[in-house]
Structure formats: structure tokens, C-alpha cells
């Protein structure tokens, strides 16, 4: 089993960038699919972004579709989140996680960071 620890998280102002990485720890982190997803209080959990192992394919959701892009490097066993253009609205904890491709749910999850935008 894979294990996440996400980081990269802080208070940016409004139209200001972030970039979130996840560190995975285990051999098999290659063969991965990995989300990012996040949680804002008192809301549904959301998924962001979602990149198979390879990196040939990716997922945007439409709330951050052209303003955050993922990412890998099987080598450093890490994903990244690159966040720009960020709102008010983007707050909330942000989590890694990896499934296996064939399966349908994330089995493993990241503890979170937090990221926070000031208007």
C-alpha cells in the first residue's frame, strides 16, 4: 500500500499561484492513478485533477479546468498540483490519493494541507 504526504499548502492572495507536491512512499508508486482532490467546510469533497501512470492522460474537473494543472515524476515518487490564477472560492484542505487503474475507488489518502486565499 502506497502512503501520501502532501505539502506545499499556505495563505496566497487572490490571483496568486501555488504549487502542491505529494510524496508517495513504496515501489509500486508507478503504476498508480493519482487525484488530487479537496474539501472546503461544510461541502461535498471535491475532485480536482486525476493523472494515470504514465502522465498520457488527465482529468479536470470544470471548477479548475485552465487554471490548475497535474502532474508526475514516477522517479521522485511524486505529484504535483500546480494552482494559478486562485480565488477566494479555492479554499479548502487539499488531498493526494492513488487507485490502482483498474480499480473504481482511491485507496489510499494523504493526510491534507491546507490552502487558504485571501481576497
Known amino acids: 500500500q502506497v502512503q501520501l504526504v502532501e505539502s506545499g499548502g499556505g495563505l496566497v492572495q487572490a490571483g496568486g499561484s501555488l504549487r502542491l507536491s505529494c510524496a508517495a512512499s513504496?515501489?509500486?508508486?508507478?503504476?498508480?492513478?493519482m487525484g488530487w482532490f479537496r474539501q472546503a467546510p461544510g461541502k461535498e469533497r471535491e475532485r480536482l485533477a486525476a493523472?494515470?501512470?504514465?502522465?498520457?492522460?488527465?482529468y479536470y474537473g470544470d471548477s479548475v479546468k485552465g487554471r490548475f494543472t497535474i502532474s508526475r515524476d514516477n522517479a521522485k515518487n511524486t505529484v504535483y498540483l500546480q494552482m494559478n490564477s486562485l480565488k477566494p472560492e479555492d479554499t479548502a484542505v487539499y488531498y493526494c490519493?492513488?487507485?490502482?487503474?483498474?480499480?473504481?475507488?482511491?485507496?489510499?489518502w494523504g493526510q491534507g494541507t491546507q490552502v487558504t486565499v485571501s481576497s
Open positions: 490519493a492513488a487507485r490502482m487503474p483498474s480499480a473504481r475507488e482511491y485507496s489510499a
Open positions: 493523472i494515470t501512470w504514465s502522465g498520457d492522460s488527465t
Open positions: 513504496g515501489r509500486t508508486f508507478g503504476f498508480y492513478t
